[in-house]
């Protein structure tokens, strides 16, 4: 005997997607996580802002040692407010140039808003065989917003060598 269609048995229903509770349960779970996240993040951005802000002093240094090896002539890295001429007073955040006696080779804008750069001294000299006549330390520092007490310290040597070194002491104020 072959079953009528009104005789066979109902097929069982499948149900696909969620339901309102699964679904508020998950964005509630992820909305906790991100907001647990939000701060690494924004320390991650603010680290890395610090970070160039010191390579780029390095790097800085070191063309200015190239520079007066190749130009035969003394080469100045000093602090500047007018991206023409070294300043006496301020910071090194305000900016930086590199230049011979009669002209300006590179300038930098500086560090980016809420960070600083304290200094032994205003200008760095590199003398024609491209050793470093002024020693100095550079302490390059967030002070607004301050998360952690990251700085990063960039030291040029007498010998006119550049380098960079991570550091927490907090003495960047």
Known sequence: ???????????????????????MTTVAILALLMGLAAPTF???ALSSRLKDAANRLVSFAA???SEAIKRNAVVTLCMSADAASCAS?????????????TEVLFKDAGAPSGYKINGTVGAINFDPVGVGTTQATLTVCRYSPTVGAQERVVTVS????????????GTCV
């Not at 005997?1 to 679904?23: D, N, S, Y």
């Not at 007498?158 to 002491?169: C, E």
């Open 89 to 101: 007073s301020g910071g090194w955040e305000q900016g930086w140039i590199m230049r011979t006696a």
């Open 1 to 23: 005997m072959i079953p009528t269609p009104w005789c066979t048995p109902p097929k069982a229903r499948v149900e696909r997607g969620f339901t309102l509770t699964e679904l």
């Open 158 to 169: 007498a010998t006119g060598k550049a380098s960079s070194a991570k550091t927490t002491a």
């Open 63 to 65: 063309v200015a040692r």
């Open 42 to 44: 924004s320390d991650i």
